[in-house]
């Protein structure tokens, strides 16, 4: 019993400190200053963000808080906020397909009337950009996003390796031509094989990287690349959602094959799971002729001790048999609706939007979408991949941005994989499966999908 | 006791008896249990049945009946990925329960080192199952991983030829093995629990009646442990039902849907599908099946341990 009546006292003791630290511990959050806390993913641009940051804290006395994520967990950890109405975010840079959803689910701020009463016109951005991260439904004039970082899928290669005159000559007298970038993927798939298993200064090198990635996104953001190039596209733009004869299109089945063959021929052993980082690590090791990556990840290429500089070499997503584009990347940025702090989040907007704020955000490695930045005269000799960059914005293509864009986008990661990778069943079978998951999921959406 | 003492014991002491003291203490698991258990499980129960899409939240929940159930229980996918499941647990248990007992007959032994040995033995199970996926991860990169080097060395098969996560025919095989290489000591433990408990004074009477060893293993050693073997068969086949960070880090279900474990499905329907109303059923659907299949493995323990 004694240890009861000191029970008694020592939890009526523990209940008060409690409280008591409680009280004071809000209260020295409440006394701190104003904060707003940015949501992005934990990769280059951040960091650029961050350093363009202080400028807007020593103006508006707003300290800035940044909450990165790794690619991997990025949708998984703030779709998941923005669906449970979390406080985490007062600003998201939300990936370009969340746009339906963030829209319909109301988790974005319109920003229709603040651009008005700011006079910020989406005029002056890129157009893809603002097709691609800002509106919903998309083509119309409802915005709920700036434009923030623009981004495609571009390559690197290797440049010192590519003017090398032994292997020139070596490359001329079997293909006949002589060895640059490609300009069509018939030829990326020639020098890569050229480089395959080739040993430059004592060292064995492989092909090209391309996306391979199951979990996320990955080998999608890979395989659309040669899609679209191929004939594919998402659905009839003449029949919204139409998709029979369109996804699974007897040319989209040979860009699908074609894929399959660049994994197959050209890409180094393990490479069946592999995404950004992945790639990035492939090439900075000397491992690979010709990377797929985001342009976004470029400079930090270009920066690089090792393969960076001379060594390095640009080109825009090769052509294909049918058309020319390339997979776009990139997010937009948007005031979270459940956030506190709603009026210093839109502050933060105003300011991101100006040119100087744009050109500085270029110039540490972030990338504007700003028409004023990146079609001034001298953009396209401000950096080695800026032509590049400029050629791509002109030609991206998105995913689905539909609400649903997680189950397509699921749906296509698990039938590309099964066949790219586990050969598994045949090019035509898999789209026509890939179709058939997609009805399913529009369906369940309530939209009406024609077959024909 | 004497009555006055007895009488002081039970007397409300400043106000509050010692029933309602005990209640006190225990009311704070029960309020827990009911908040992260029960209070979820029933929710999840009646999402089941619904439409629920947290990624439309904004269209009206609508209650489907048995809609999502039929769903799941007709989808070939589902199937498949019970059965790599079950072929998952059945390999790695079976493997965890010989290595492991194997393990524990030679721990149970005094020899040099043996404290050493035995924490080396035990290491794996007491890393994170993240750490191991990570570790496993390099381990098994076909061009600088140690692993292909190894084989190389027994095989000649070149180093980068193969590799074991991104090969259909080698993934399934090597879930279980790392599996097998973090948690076989802890069979091990289990089975060496089960080994001390057995009184010396049999194995003398059996060395009186000159049983061999094998005799001995067979009559007394292996009948005597059965019951901790079969615990953690259990205790081992329940977790690898369950079995989710590892594999998503070693494989992410790859190639493919290869290794895509059921649990693994379950996650990608409700935490990235948004699928909220089938991945409830789904959840209610493995859950009944683990529930009743302990059972049926309890009720089969509790007879052995009576024999």
């Known amino acids: 019993m004694r240890t009861f009546n000191w029970l008694r006292s020592s939890t009526a003791t523990m209940v008060l400190g409690t409280a008591l630290l409680g009280i004071f511990g809000g209260g020295e959050a409440a006394a701190q200053g104003k904060q707003l806390t940015l949501c992005w993913a934990a990769w280059d641009p951040a960091n650029a963000l961050v350093e363009l940051g202080k400028d807007f804290t020593k103006q508006s006395g707003i300290e800035m808080k940044y909450e990165f994520v790794p690619w991997t967990s990025y949708a998984d950890r703030f779709l998941n906020e923005l669906n449970s109405h979390g406080k985490l975010c007062d600003l998201i840079i939300g990936d370009s397909q969340w746009i339906g959803g963030a829209a319909e689910n109301k988790w974005y701020v319109k920003l229709n009337d603040f651009f008005d009463k700011e006079k910020i016109s989406m005029d002056d951005f890129v157009p893809a950009t603002v097709v691609g991260y800002s509106q919903w439904p998309k083509n119309s004039p409802n915005y709920w996003a700036l434009p923030a970082m623009a981004d495609a899928v571009g390559w690197t290669y290797r440049k010192d390796w590519f003017s090398r005159p032994e292997i020139q000559s070596a490359f001329k007298a079997k293909y006949g031509r002589d060895l640059a970038p490609p300009k069509t993927y018939d030829e990326l798939k020639q020098i890569a094989e050229f480089f395959q298993g080739r040993e430059i200064d004592g060292k064995k090198v492989y092909g090209a990287y391309i996306f391979t990635e199951r979990g996320s996104e990955g080998i999608t953001m890979g395989v659309t690349n040669v899609l679209y190039n191929y004939g594919f596209a998402y659905d009839n733009p003449k029949k919204p959602y139409q998709m029979q004869g369109v996804v699974n299109s007897p040319e989209a089945a040979k860009g699908l094959e074609f894929y399959k063959e660049l994994y197959k021929c050209c890409t180094a052993p393990g490479m069946t799971n592999a995404y950004m980082q992945e790639g990035l690590d492939a090439f900075k090791s000397g491992q690979v002729a010709m990377q797929m990556n985001w342009f976004a990840f470029f400079p930090g290429l270009y920066k690089d001790p090792n393969v960076g500089g001379d060594k390095i070499g640009f080109f825009v997503n090769p052509a294909g048999p049918n058309g020319h584009f390339t997979q776009l990347g990139g997010q937009g940025i948007s005031v979270v609706a459940t956030s506190d702090r709603k009026n210093d989040a839109l502050a933060y907007i105003k300011w991101f939007a100006q040119p100087a704020v744009q050109q500085k955000w270029w110039q540490l490695g972030g990338y504007s979408a700003l028409k004023a930045v990146v079609d001034a005269p001298d953009f396209p000799k401000s950096a080695a991949f800026a032509p590049q960059f400029l050629e791509s914005m002109g030609i991206v293509k998105d995913f689905w941005a539909e609400p649903s864009y997680a189950q397509l986008l699921l749906d296509m990661q698990k039938r590309v994989h099964d066949y790219v990778v586990a050969d598994k069943g045949t090019a035509q079978q898999t789209l026509d499966l890939l179709v058939k998951d997609w009805t399913k999921v529009f369906k369940e959406q309530g939209k009406q999908v024609a077959s024909q | ?307």
């Open chain 2, 1 to 307: 006791m004497s009555e006055p003492a007895r009488s002081r014991a039970t007397r409300p002491v400043r106000g509050l008896s010692d029933r309602t003291i005990a209640w006190l203490f225990v009311a704070p698991t029960i309020a827990l249990l009911l908040a992260i258990n029960i209070f979820p499980l029933v929710w999840m129960i009646r999402l089941s049945f619904t439409s629920l899409n947290l990624s439309m939240s904004y269209l009206p929940l609508r209650f489907v009946g048995l809609d999502n159930f039929r769903d799941i229980l007709t989808d070939e996918d589902v199937w498949f990925r019970l059965q790599t499941t079950a072929q998952f647990v059945i390999w790695s248990v079976a493997l965890q329960v010989v290595i492991g007992y194997g393990l524990a007959l030679l721990i149970n032994r005094q020899f040099r080192g043996h404290s050493f040995w035995t924490t080396i033995i035990l290491m794996p199970m007491m890393l994170s199952p993240a750490v191991v996926g990570n570790f496993w991860t390099l381990l098994l990169q076909p061009q600088i991983g140690p692993f292909n080097y190894l084989i190389s060395m027994f095989t000649g098969v070149p180093p980068s030829s193969f590799s074991m996560t991104g090969q259909v025919s080698l993934a399934p095989w090597t879930i279980v093995l790392v599996d097998t290489w973090m948690w076989a000591p802890y069979v091990m433990l289990i089975c060496l629990a089960g080994l001390r408990s057995i009184p010396d004074y049999i194995y003398e009477a059996a060395e009186v009646d000159r049983a061999s060893a094998w005799r001995q293993f067979w009559s007394i050693t292996l009948p005597m442990t059965v019951p901790f073997l079969m615990l953690a068969v259990l205790f081992r086949a329940i977790e690898n039902f369950k079995m989710f960070d590892m594999v998503n880090l070693l494989t992410s279900g790859g190639p493919g849907s290869t290794t895509e474990l059921v649990s693994i499905t379950l996650k990608r329907a409700a935490f990235e599908k948004w699928r909220t109303g089938y991945s409830s059923a789904l959840a209610i659907i493995l859950f009944v099946t683990v529930f009743g299949a302990a059972n049926i493995y309890v009720k089969a323990l509790n007879k052995v341990k009576q024999r």
